[in-house]
């Protein structure tokens, strides 16, 4: 074996415990290719699991990033505390080429470790995930395998550079690494940064701009969908890239002004920050790694936050959660006229409904059967009017849509007075198969509204008023108006939006309650059954309502429908409430434990190499009276200056990434994860630096210094 490649197996087994860390961490995320690969192989076969392989491999490419990175750095460490060997083997002859090769072959060593450990885990990981034993697919694992192994080398490129550079008679005579206090690439990376704003801005805005134009119905000429969505979505892939390449470039100069802000905390704080500034390698290397690793963490954090608050904010509500309902209306035609009549055993439906599903409460709610526009029907011929349907002599019930409303004369909550979209209508909701006027007792409202009701809700139900659920019915002079409509309600020949036609039949005006609630339900107002009828309202079985044992997750509740719909019949309406999706508990917080984990390590890692390089100042410093602990000082400041920096940084653009996201797809800033994303850009620096501070030096280091 040629000397390089047996020194890079002696230095992989004096530093084992870097070797085995470094290849660890590179096996995770090519594990997870391997197991995501494997089982869909196995369950949609090859086409589909490459394409979700590729996927999950973009989701995972800044763990990927960071990992790398943390790895190249360590790399670093370890080659500058070999820069003796390496001089040494420079004065006796080896080429700068073998250098190289040495310090490159611990990371393919690295690499083929991790490519070992990733086939040998993640094969009986998908195995296990599909409870059997499948037949693994050897091109994309044997792919996957490769990369994992170039990456492994690419991660000891940068301290190969390092060592092939080395100064054979500066280490051999003792004297300090020589360093450049100039950077001249923070305006390239200030310029970057503005760059991937405006392209984040842009790109946002046009994919923003493709969504609205498509909400009214009408879709955009070719070329404005192209370059709308593509390019929008191009330019906002691309310019968190941007992002992180002009802060990493920025970096040298930001810690300059750290420094000259934390000026005041003491010398090993100065100290700290130049070194930061100086060594800009090691300290742009450790930085790029928090910086990328805060980035995807903060991201992915802000974006499951502000996806769950949005979406419990959107969800249409149509019971209380872990309520069923099945409807009792039977939607029938009686010589082709629309003739909506109650089902004829709604105790046979309670009793199969019960027996199906396990449930604490279940109870048949009466409604008023109220008159119905019909939907818009065609011919040949195009348009050719709406349904017909059955008044009965003394018409059909509606509550009257108030103007103005109750909404122009109080402040309520913005979700109570938001427009409602209906069937090809805006302003009249009407379902033959979900009354609007409900009727029952005191027992029936406390059900709906999931087992609590207010005392003057009660006392406004049992004085005769109207319990009203939906605002547009209740009048800003806080009364509800009920009209009786005939056959010219229908109007026979508008095909646009519908508004009733007729006057009503007759008409009766009462004091109205609004109930109070914490989200919409699926009722329009709500009488006592003995004023209903004294009104002359007949009611009738509309609704089983009932409360589940078990209530299902959103999502998940497939077996609940299907379970509810055959005991009810094929035709029956059926409505499941599961509640807003929520966030998987323990994803937020296992987020945090990795970001945190990687970024404890990098900042170990960067101290390391930062007290190493540093001992011939530590002697200096020894000389002119510094106390013992001023390295572990100048480590503790030195973490909180380049991991508080870049956490900082890798935070706040991943916030605006996701922040960017939401908005553009119409949604708004709900719920920011204030207290996580500062735990990531505050807490985990702070803690990282205290452990940097806490870490005694190295005996070699110590001896170095003495």
């Known amino acids: ?95 700068r080429g073998s250098l190289f090769r040495f310090v ?37 694992v044997a792919g996957i395998a490769v990369f994992c192994l170039v990456l492994g080398w690419a991660t000891s490129v940068a301290a190969g550079v390092v060592a092939s550079a080395v100064d054979a008679n500066r280490v051999l005579r003792g004297l300090p690494r020589k360093t450049s206090g100039q950077w001249r690439t923070d305006r390239i990376g200030a310029v970057i940064v503005l760059i991937g704003i405006a392209a984040l801005a842009l790109g946002f805005a046009a994919v923003f701009a493709v969504r609205e134009s498509t909400l009214g119905g009408t879709q955009p000429s070719f070329w404005a969908a192209l370059v709308g969505g593509f390019v929008g979505s191009a330019l906002a892939g691309f310019a968190p890239m941007l992002l992180i390449i002009g802060l990493a470039l920025m970096m040298p100069r930001l810690f300059r002004m750290v420094g000259t802000a934390t000026q005041r905390f003491g010398l090993a704080a100065r100290l700290a920050s130049r070194d930061a500034e100086r060594s800009w390698s090691r300290s742009v290397s450790a930085g790029a790694a928090v910086l990328v690793t805060t980035f995807a963490i903060a991201s992915y954090i802000s974006l499951v936050s502000l996806s769950s608050a949005e979406a419990e904010a959107s969800h249409r509500w149509e019971l209380q959660e872990g309520q069923f309902a099945v409807s009792l209306i039977d939607l029938e035609y009686a010589n082709d006229v629309f003739d909506p009549r109650p089902v004829g055993n709604p105790d046979d439906i309670v009793a199969a409904v019960t027996d199906a599903v396990d449930t604490d409460d279940v109870r048949i709610l009466q ?49 109570r007075c938001e427009p409602a979209h209906h069937y090809d209508s805006l302003a009249f909701p009407l379902r033959p198969g979900t009354p609007t006027i409900w009727v029952g007792d ?80 699926d009722y329009g107002v709500f009488l006592h059954e003995e004023t209903a009828a004294e009104l002359g309202l ?26 509810l719909g055959a005991a009810a019949g094929t035709t029956a309406d059926v409505i499941v409430e599961s509640g807003p999706s929520e966030t998987e508990p323990g994803w937020v917080e296992g987020a945090l434990i990795i970001g945190g984990g990687i970024s404890l390590a990098v900042a170990l890692i960067a101290s390391g190499l930062a007290r190493h390089e540093g001992r011939h100042s530590d002697r200096t410093l020894a000389t002119l009276g510094a106390s013992p602990g001023i390295r572990r000082r100048i480590s503790g400041w030195y973490v909180l200056t380049v991991v508080g920096t870049a956490s900082v940084l890798g935070t706040a653009a991943g916030m605006l990434w996701a922040s960017a996201t939401v908005v553009s797809f119409g949604s708004g800033l709900l719920g920011i994860p204030w207290v996580e994303l500062g735990v990531l850009a505050v807490g985990v620096p702070v803690v990282a630096a205290i452990v940097a501070r806490l870490v005694p030096v190295a005996k070699r280091d110590a001896e170095a210094a003495a």
């Open 367 to 415: 409604g008023v059967q109220g008159p119905y526009y019909g939907a818009p029907v065609e011919d040949s011929e195009g348009y050719s009017g709406r349904q017909a349907m059955r008044f009965p002599e003394g018409g059909l019930p509606h509550p009257r849509l108030a103007e103005p409303n109750v909404c122009d004369a109080r402040e309520l909550d913005a979700w």
């Open 538 to 563: 007949e009611a009738q079985p509309s609704r089983i309502l009932g409360t589940l044992t078990a209530p299902p997750e959103q999502y998940n509740n497939y077996d609940t429908y299907a379970a």
């Open 104 to 140: 490159s072959a611990s990371g393919v060593l690295s690499g083929l470790a991790a490519a070992v450990v990733s086939v040998i885990v993640g094969i009986p990981v998908a195995w296990l995930w599909l409870g059997q034993v499948t037949v693994v697919s050897p091109g994309p």
């Open 442 to 521: 005191a027992a029936d409202l406390v059900h709906i509204l999931g087992g609590t009701v207010d005392t003057a809700t009660l006392d406004a139900l049992a004085s005769g008023e109207a319990l009203v659920f939906d605002t547009r019915y209740l009048a800003a002079d806080g009364t509800v108006s009920i009209d009786w409509h005939g056959e010219d309600f229908v109007p026979e020949n508008e095909p646009g939006e519908f508004l009733p036609r007729g006057e009503p039949l007759r008409s009766v005006t009462l004091d109205g309650h609004l109930v109070p609630l914490t989200h919409p339900i």
């Open 1 to 95: 074996m040629p000397l390089p490649e047996r020194l890079a197996l002696r230095r992989a087994r004096r530093e084992w415990r870097g070797t085995i860390l470094a290849a660890v961490f590179l096996a995770v995320p090519f594990t997870a290719l391997i197991v995501v690969n494997t089982v869909a192989a196995a369950e949609s076969g090859s086409g589909p699991a490459s394409g979700l392989t590729v996927g999950t491999g973009l989701v995972l490419l800044p763990l990927v990033i960071a990992i790398v990175v943390m790895i190249a750095a360590n790399a670093l460490v370890t080659t500058r505390r070999d820069e003796r060997m390496l001089a040494l083997l420079r004065s006796a002859g080896a080429s």
